[in-house]
């Protein structure tokens, strides 16, 4: 069965929950292991993390069909999107109060709110950092629980949508970091230099390892899943999503970005065209998972839907509300 209930609206809100989270994650850990002090570099890297919470968040409320009444997310025992909703609300707000603690350099208005929080900006990044984690693991495992859609429920599919949620945080603050409203020293710049060297090597690995799940997961529907989850496979292998899968996100997605990666040294391949790729090639992944909703038919179901009304038929925009009463 192949009813999308879910529209491409969660698609786009599960990558940028999972990549707002990788850039909190890994801010917080260089903020407090690797750089200590420097925290201000980091904070444009939060600033898009934020653009990126309140843009999933819209298309989240749009999604849920009432938009008016969202706050049931949190009221409603049964609902799967509480705690990713909880998540997000969690990190947003300290991700704030940090990026607040250092906007008096750009804008002065700040000066004694700043002066404030300051002395707890490190404590706001690493708390956001851990709810920045959860959301990454929170997008696989919301989906990997809906035991109905085969393609879904795999333990493989929290584990890759981690390690691409990560991936595509490195390439994000690769993109961003030492920018508005940190100012620019030599300290700074030798501290961002050092980041950019780590998360090269860090991105290596993970684009390795991402590789490594999705191609595990697809091909091991392909041969051993039953029949819902081996057709998904075999669309994705050898059907109608092939393309974007062999070309969009193996190639384009990981394997060029690797490639510059290991051969780009400190060119504009390796940080800038790279990361983009990167990011690219986990949107469209999310895209590609979400659609590929594939379930087995519950007993009576196919019956229902050939007696259902059509969505043209002429009596359903006959009828108005409150009237042709019987």
Known sequence: MKHHYWEPPIALYLFLGGLAGGILFLSAIFNTFVIPGY?????????????????????????????GVFWRVWTTATSIIKWGAT?????????????????????????????????????????????????MMYTGIMLSTLKAHAFWATP?????????????????????????????????LIAAALVLEILHIVDIILVVAEL????????????????????????????????????GIV?????VPLMMYIGGGHSAASQIVAPVLVLCGGCL????????????????EIRYYNKAAKPDAEFVHKWEYGKNLF
């Not at 979400?290 to 087995?296: F, G, I, Q, S």
């Open 156 to 188: 493989a599919l929290p584990v890759l949508f981690t390690i691409s949620a990560i991936s595509t945080g490195c390439a994000a603050i690769v993109l961003s970091i030492g920018g508005w409203p940190a100012q620019i020293t030599l300290e700074s």
């Open 285 to 300: 992944l999310r895209f590609m998972v979400v659609n590929t909703d594939d379930r087995a038919e519950i007993p009576g």
């Open 39 to 67: 925290g201000e570099i980091f904070a444009f890297p939060v600033l898009i993390s934020l653009i990126c919470v309140a843009i999933g968040c819209v298309f989240l409320v749009v999604d849920l069909g009432q938009p």
């Open 212 to 247: 490594i799940v999705l191609l595990t997961m697809v091909l091991s529907f392909l041969g051993a899943g039953n029949v819902t989850a081996k057709q998904a496979a075999t669309r994705w292998v050898k059907g109608s999503y092939a393309l974007p899968f062999w070309v």
């Open 87 to 135: 998540f997000l609300v969690i990190a947003a707000v300290f991700a704030l109060l940090y990026l607040v603690a250092y906007l008096d350099q750009a804008w002065p208005i700040f000066a004694g709110l700043s002066q404030l929080l300051l002395p707890a900006a490190d404590f706001f990044l690493i708390v956001a950092g851990f709810f920045g984690l959860c959301i």
């Open 251 to 255: 190639f384009l997605g990981l394997l």
